[in-house]
Each structure stands twice: as structure tokens, then as C-alpha cells.
């Protein structure tokens, strides 16, 4: 078979959305691909190096693919790059990067950003972790004009960081997550400060007297998102901007921002309860800022995917005097109800919908704090169905 095959070829491994719009990408190069992925009948467990008979000249790697295979030492090995779909488009690609990573709160500050941008009509893309694959901005005719790339990363895009340096850069904050992942919390680190590996022109984190003076130029009466939280995330946002010249007018960006879906999401009224949702909470620090966005009478429900069996971390949100109850389920259930004693727990978010009780005046809060992949595709998928249910 290799022998009718042309000598060099990139490997896509993973074809999820990232890969399948890089396929299209390449094909559009004119560069010959391979892809490899479950669906196109390769099982990852199997030992097996993957096309080792066929000369690859790059593999593209997608986030989701784990590091456990020996194709990987193979590739190193063999000295053949590996890289993830931002460091390839990024090397083609001739629209300036702003590139955030963290935690927590990475979404709504890029989406921050691209508001202000809309506000000051500066053509731009936005996508990468969440939304439009990065790839878009070299298909996409819209996307011609674009004066800036403003880009979402996760710590799983940042690995595979080679050359990539974008014009600015921010990591958010960093809380532990991801341990389904990484052996280590030095591990997440590691790979969150990728970001910065290539001193891209401007790069920042948080700095407490800065955004204390952030905080004492602007109003935020009129923000339309809740909590304190979302000021660090607006402060981030603002010092993006004034990275690149474009943070005049800001008041109006913090006037006129109204969030994004998933986070957080007010949904509606019903009978006198207020209804959130928030399933783009996957992690602990993400549910517990969600619930100190609330003053009183908080309905909690989490649960999901558990990535380690060890929770204790998750009890500090009875601490809180907001959190009224808690409702519990999915795979992290089990483990969960130890730590709340009036939990009421059940299998699946069907079941907690239809025995959750609530009073005139409550907050039904839905930010699981695990991810989605028990029982959903993604947290958008999760959000969907938990709206849905509720008719909402």
C-alpha cells in the first residue's frame, strides 16, 4: 500500500471539529493527509504504530487525543514534528494573535473582547477552544479583512505549542482541573504557560493594585453580568485592548456586554424562581464563583464526569450561607453525597428536575462543576438539555 502512496503526507490524528475543518484546510493547501481517528475504525489502545511504513512530514494533533500512545515517542523519535491545529494555522496565518488561557472565565473575557470590537467596528475572528475551529480564518472569506485573531486556548491546545507567538497574551488565573489529564497540577501549569513560551510583544496575569485602579476609573452599575468576577474578567479584557490601542470608550464595553450562553445564563422566571444556567461550570472555582454571584436562597445543582475520586474540595460550598440546597447527580454522585448531608441525590438531571423543590424568591442554579461527558456530548449540549427540560 505504500508504495502507491505519495512519500510525505501530514497525519491528522483526531477528527473531531478541530480536525475535520484542518482536513479541509490542508485540502485547500494542496497538501496530501492521512486521518486517523475511532471513528474511522482505529481503536487507540492498540499498540501498533499508526502509517510507520509511510514517510509523514507532520502530524496534527488534535486536543483531545491523549499522550498515552507509543506513536508519540515514535514521532520524536523519528523527529517528525507534532502540533496542534493552532501552531499550523498560526504559521499561515498573517492576522495578529490574542491569545487567553486560564482556568476560569477565558470565554467570556475573549467574547469581551470581540463585543468591543464589534462596538468599535474592527473586523476580527474570533474561536479556538470554544466556537469556530482556528482554521476558519484561512477558509473563510469573511474573515479576509480580519485585523486581529482573537483566540480561546485550553491548556490541551497549549501542549503542543511550538513556534506559536501571539502579539498578546493573558493567563486568566489557574485553578487544579484537568487531573483526568495530567499526573501532576505542575503538569497543567506547564502546559498553560506555553502561552507565554515564545515572549510573545505584551503578556500579563493579574495583578491586584492594577486592577484595583482598573476598578476605581469605571462604573459598574449599569454591568449586566453578574458578579466580581466578571470585573476581573472586564479588567483583563481592558488590558488587552489598551495592549493594542483600542481601549478608549471602555465604559461603553462594560455597559452593553450581556455574557455569554452557558455561564451563568439567566433563562426566565417561573412561579417566582429564577433560573440559571450555568453549564459551563466544569470545575469547582467555576461553581463556587457562580454561587458567590448570588446574595441568598441559591438551589445548587452539580454533579458529572468525575476525574478523581477524591472531592472532599467540593464541601466548601456548604460553607456558603447562600447555597439554600443541593441537588446531586450524575457519575460524581456517588461520591459527592458524603460530602452534603442534605443532598438530595439522583442519576440524572431528568430525575432532579422532576423532584427539585423550590420556593417563590429562589435562584435555581444549574453549574454541575465536573464535565459533561457522562451523560452529554459537551456543556453546550448539557445547558441545551437542562433549558429544554424546563421548556425554557
Known sequence: MSSELPKEKVLIWGMGVSGQSMLELLKSQGIEAITLDKQSGYDFTEETIPYKDIEISAVIKSPGVPWTHPAWDYFNEAGIPVMGDIEWVWRYSNVPALAVTGSNGKS????????????????????GNVGTPYAKILLDKKYKNAE??????????????????????AILNIAQTHMERYKKQEDYVAAKNNIYKNEPDFHFEFEDDDYREFVSNYN?????????HNKKNFYFCYKILEAI??????????????????????????????????????NLESTLTAVKSFEKNV???IGGK???????????LAKYSQVKS?????????FLKDYFSAAHKFDTLDEVLSNIVTKPGDNVLFSPGFPSYDQFNNFEHRGEYFKKLLKL
Open 245 to 282: 490601542h483600542y481601549e478608549d470608550d471602555f465604559q461603553k464595553v462594560i455597559d452593553t456586554y450581556t455574557g455569554i450562553p452557558h455561564r451563568i445564563e439567566y433563562c426566565g422566571e417561573r412561579k417566582g424562581v429564577r433560573i440559571y444556567n450555568d453549564s459551563k461550570s466544569t
Open 220 to 228: 459598574f452599575q449599569n454591568m449586566k453580568v453578574l458578579g466580581d
Open 148 to 169: 486581529y485573531a482573537v483566540l480561546e486556548l485550553s491548556s490541551f491546545q497549549l501542549e503542543t505549542v511550538l513556534d506559536f507567538k501571539p502579539e498578546v497574551s
Open 326 to 334: 443541593v441537588w446531586i447527580f450524575g457519575e460524581s454522585g456517588y
Open 306 to 316: 468525575l476525574r478523581d475520586p477524591d472531592v472532599s474540595a467540593y464541601a466548601e
Open 299 to 301: 438551589v445548587l445543582i
Open 108 to 127: 467570556t473575557t475573549v467574547n469581551m473582547i470581540s463585543h468591543a470590537f464589534n462596538i468599535f467596528k474592527v473586523p476580527h475572528f474570533l474561536g
